[in-house]
Structures are given as structure tokens and as C-alpha cells.
């Protein structure tokens, strides 16, 4: 899955859905419970998060990120100014699970890179490789 998202200490999740035109797909406001697993201490949200992504399966991140990207298309300005009032991080992030050695193609071409750039953002790839079939 592929995401956009903006983080920062606290700042108004209507204010940002409104002024970007586009309903998150996640949200997190500062202190809300973080669930873990059972038995484990309870933990808090340290800052606010807006994130608009893409959850669904494929082998190709260019085409999760072109779907992102489409939909941030036009609001380069707003981004960019919203970051900079709320001293926001604005990042894509990247999620790969890797199953049974099947890894997605992992392709930036120079058009997603060019718009990343002029937003501003950071790219953070997360890997999850899940253990490979036993071989016996």
C-alpha cells in the first residue's frame, strides 16, 4: 500500500480534510489510545496524523503511488502551505509485505519524483518480509 500523510503536534483533521478537498483514509488526533497486543501497556498517539492511501493488493508500487498522487494532484500549494503552518512532516510512505519470497515491483519514475519534490515530502519505505514456505 502506498499513503500520503501529514504529521504534526496538533492541528484540526476537519480543517485539513477541508481545505485539500479529500477524505483521509486514517486519522489519528494527539493522545488517542494505541492498541497493541493483549497484555501489553497501553501507549498514546504522540501527535496528529491525516493520511490518505490506498489499501488494496498488487505487485506494482508505481501504480499504488500513481493513485496517491492523482488525487494530490492541483494541491501542491495547499500542501505546502499547511505544512509549513502546522510545521507538519509530509511523507509517502511505502508499505511492502513480502510473502513466501514474492516481492512487488519497487519503480519511482521522474514525474512521481518531481511531485514529491515540489511537495516537499519525504519517502519512507516499510518492508515486512514474512517467513518463506518451510522447504522440506
Known amino acids: 500500500m502506498v499513503y500520503f500523510k501529514l504529521e504534526a503536534e496538533d492541528f484540526s483533521l476537519e480543517e485539513i480534510t477541508a481545505r485539500l478537498g479529500i477524505s483521509p483514509t486514517l486519522t489519528y488526533k494527539k493522545g488517542d489510545l494505541i492498541h497493541h497486543m493483549e497484555g501489553s501497556s497501553p501507549s498514546f498517539q504522540r501527535s496528529t496524523r491525516w493520511h490518505y492511501g490506498t489499501e488494496e493488493e498488487s505487485f506494482d508500487v508505481k501504480v499504488q503511488l500513481d493513485k496517491v498522487l492523482s488525487m494530490l494532484h492541483g494541491k501542491e500549494e495547499v500542501i505546502k502551505t499547511v505544512k509549513t503552518e502546522l510545521n507538519a ?20 519514475d521522474l514525474p512521481q519524483i518531481n511531485f514529491i519534490h515540489s511537495i516537499q515530502a519525504e519517502v519512507d519505505v516499510d518492508l515486512y518480509a514474512h517467513p518463506y514456505a518451510d522447504m522440506e
Open 89 to 108: 512532516a509530509c511523507k509517502i510512505v511505502i508499505v511492502i509485505y513480502m510473502e513466501e519470497g514474492i516481492t512487488p515491483g519497487l519503480y519511482l
